[in-house]
């Protein structure tokens, strides 16, 4: 399995390009997941929905099936923030490439996001796990770079380097215990 970040600030196109590089993979032949990481308290789950009444009835973990999709929900009885890695962990083992969008001090390699209109410090001269900067303003980035910069807008060019350095990529769990 290969695993890479996409890092950068809000609005600068992590999920647009995560977005965009799915289905290229996928035809690719690839089983592609997805870790995000979300900053505030969301819910997957609709009010009114056994799930929901489930967890909101003080179960720990509530799973749903159906012949389609797995989904899985977990209350942190007191809060807690899982890794990267932890979340690695919880994916299907069939999967060739996982694209984690945010945590973006991981040591994980990873692809930063920028826009010079976003008005958003770079990150990749201080993140020795930065691979490659995708961006709309290569003329524009702070400092030369002898990373790869690759063109945000499109997803090819991004999928060609990502399959080109596939053995950068290579996830090793026992490489995070």
Known sequence: MKVVGFAGFSGSGKTTLVE????????QGLRVSVVKHAHH??????????????????????VVASD???????EFE????????????????GVDWVLV???KDSD???IEVWRASAGKPARYM?????AAIATDSPDQLPTPTGLAVLDLNDPEVVLSWLLSQ????????????
Not at 20 to 27: G, S
Not at 41 to 62: L, M, N, S, Y
Not at 68 to 74: N, Y
């Open 20 to 27: 965009r590089l799915i289905p290229t993979l996928r035809l």
């Open 41 to 62: 308290r969301f819910d997957i789950d609709t009010p009114g929905k056994d799930t929901f009444r489930h967890r909101e009835a003080g179960a720990f973990e509530v």
């Open 68 to 74: 389609k999709r797995l989904a899985l929900m977990r």
């Open 78 to 93: 007191v809060p807690k923030r899982p890794t990267v890695h932890q979340l690695i962990a919880e994916l299907y083992e």
């Open 101 to 103: 969008e945010g945590f």
């Open 108 to 110: 994980l390699h990873k």
């Open 126 to 130: 201080f993140d020795d796990f930065i």
């Open 166 to 177: 596939g053995s950068r990529f290579e996830y090793n769990p026992e490489n995070y215990l």
